[in-house]
């Protein structure tokens, strides 16, 4: 059975740091992408960044800078890293791993993040 577990999240103030993680199991992990991604009230879900099974990484527009993402494919688990944090990062973040082939792509229940003083 697929799962993608996340934790990590709760509440910080703002300028705080988490770092969220992402179990993954039942599948073969190492040679899928895997991705986090938020989706705050009332918008749409965003790309926050993604670490190729060679761990190249990538990051969207919106945590540039103030996170990294990565993973430790001897424990099916990737993180992320937040730093600086802001009330406009407040959202569920979802892991997600996605096989370049195709065979498959999966997704976490997300952890929610509140930034708030």
């Known amino acids: 059975q697929v799962q993608l577990v996340e934790s990590g999240g709760g509440l910080v103030q703002p300028g705080g740091s988490l770092r969220l993680s992402c179990v993954a199991s039942g599948f073969t992990y190492s040679s899928y992408v895997m991705k986090w991604y938020r989706q705050a009230p009332g918008k749409g879900r965003e790309l926050v960044a993604a670490?190729?099974?060679?761990?190249?990484?990538e990051y969207g527009d919106s945590m540039r800078g103030r996170c990294t993402i990565s993973r430790d494919n001897a424990k099916y688990t990737a993180y992320l890293q937040m730093n600086n944090l802001k009330p406009e990062d407040t959202a569920v973040y979802y892991c997600?791993?996605?096989?370049?082939?195709?065979?498959?792509?999966?997704w976490g229940e997300g952890t929610l993040v509140t930034v708030s003083s």
């Open positions: 670490i190729t099974h060679r761990s190249v990484t």
């Open positions: 997600n791993a996605i096989d370049p082939l195709g065979w498959g792509n999966y």
